[in-house]
């Protein structure tokens, strides 16, 4: 079946760096793409979306970039500070479908 | 604006008791629900959707059901929990698919 992965378990970055997460997916059809953070014990937290319709897109410190001729989805954080340590989670979707599929999630440690 | 709220945030059950876990969202009409499991250290999987009053789509099959008496209200059940019921049980809500979706606190289930 389709899945949705991530390149990297843990990504450790200093402070004020600037962090990239990276996405890979496997369905063709998908077109609406999510990222999420979640902290210890929490819910997922929405951060930023995109549509197949477009290759950039950014938020307050953050951006997302989709490729779709390799299905590569990323996360770009500009100068990561300590409360950006969460594990964050790249989700798709399939234009008109109901079934948001994520990814096992990459932990973001930032160090002091 | 729009708020969701899930509770009980932790709750410890025996093997074969029953399982009542609710969720209602404020501020929005007709919207679609999901309930998601997260085991510890992993992604979010599927459990039900729901895009109306008494319409459920179960995901996969399992020892857990889901009903939705009033267009705000989310509820997932079990009569018997085993033992793999375990985990973070997540409500969400959107507008409808392709949309951003909002997740709520969740809740620590420990079938011991």
């Known amino acids: 079946g389709e899945s949705v992965g991530l390149h990297l378990p843990t990504l450790s970055v200093q402070e004020g760096d600037n962090s990239i997460i990276n996405c890979a997916y496997s369905n063709s059809a998908s077109d609406y793409f999510i990222w999420y953070k979640q902290e210890s014990g929490k819910g997922p937290q929405f951060i930023i979306d995109i549509r197949s319709n477009m290759d950039k897109r950014q938020g307050q410190r953050v951006t997302v970039l989709l490729n779709k001729t390799v299905k590569h989805l990323s996360l770009q954080i500009a100068a990561t500070q300590p409360g950006d340590s969460a594990v964050y989670f790249c989700?798709?979707?399939?234009?008109?479908?109901?079934?948001?599929?994520f990814g096992t999630g990459t932990q973001l440690k930032v160090e002091l | 604006s729009q708020t969701i709220h899930q509770w009980p945030a932790t709750l410890v059950q025996p093997v074969g008791s029953p399982l009542s876990l609710e969720c209602t969202v404020e501020?929005?009409?007709?919207?679609?629900l999901y309930w998601y499991r997260q085991a510890a250290g992993r992604g979010l999987q599927l459990l039900f959707y729901s895009v109306g009053i008494g319409q459920i789509s179960s995901e996969v099959p399992q020892n857990l059901s889901a009903s939705r008496p009033q267009d705000r209200q989310f509820i997932l059940s079990s009569k018997k929990l085993l033992l793999s019921d375990s985990g973070f049980y997540l409500c969400a809500w959107r507008r409808d698919s392709n949309e951003k979706l909002f997740f709520g606190s969740g809740t620590q289930l420990s079938v011991l």
């Open positions: 989700a798709e979707e399939e234009g008109g479908g109901n079934k948001l599929t």
């Open positions: 501020g929005t009409s007709n919207p679609n």
